[in-house]
């Protein structure tokens, strides 16, 4: 079983930067792509970006396409979504997820057989 945990939400201005977190434990050998999903409240759950495991290849929402990066720390493990020139419209509980999909359906939530917590990762611009 493969435990997924996210940091480092919060409260930003427009245009600010934040830098949110995801580390794995338990199983780390069960997935090879992580992902990062967005729920605005009223709306539905959205990918925001995605990384294989080995760091090589990523992907972005159209909406976050040169303000987000995502990376994946191999040595340690965690993969972070740096978010900048934060907009209001990136307010949202952020969820990192993680499986065995292909890069191209990374943004596809039935991609995933791993969640995390979310609701302590809330980002508000």
């Known amino acids: 079983q493969l435990q997924l945990v996210e940091s480092g939400g919060g409260l930003v201005q427009p245009g600010g930067s934040l830098r949110l977190s995801c580390a794995a434990s338990?199983?780390?050998?069960?997935?090879?792509?992580i992902g990062w999903f967005r729920q605005a409240p009223g709306k539905e759950r959205e990918g925001v970006s995605g990384?294989?495991?080995?760091?090589?290849?990523?992907k972005y929402a159209d909406s976050t396409k040169g303000r987000f990066t995502i990376s994946i720390d191999n040595a340690k493990n965690p993969v972070y979504l740096q978010m900048n020139i934060l907009k209001p419209a990136d307010t949202a509980v952020y969820y990192c997820?993680?499986?065995?999909?292909?890069?191209?359906?990374?943004?596809?939530?039935?991609?995933?057989?791993?969640w995390g917590q979310g609701p302590q990762d809330t980002v508000s611009s």
């Open positions: 338990g199983f780390t050998l069960d997935y090879s792509v």
């Open positions: 990384i294989s495991r080995s760091g090589v290849a990523t």
């Open positions: 997820a993680a499986g065995s999909a292909y890069i191209s359906r990374c943004a596809l939530a039935s991609s995933y057989n791993y």
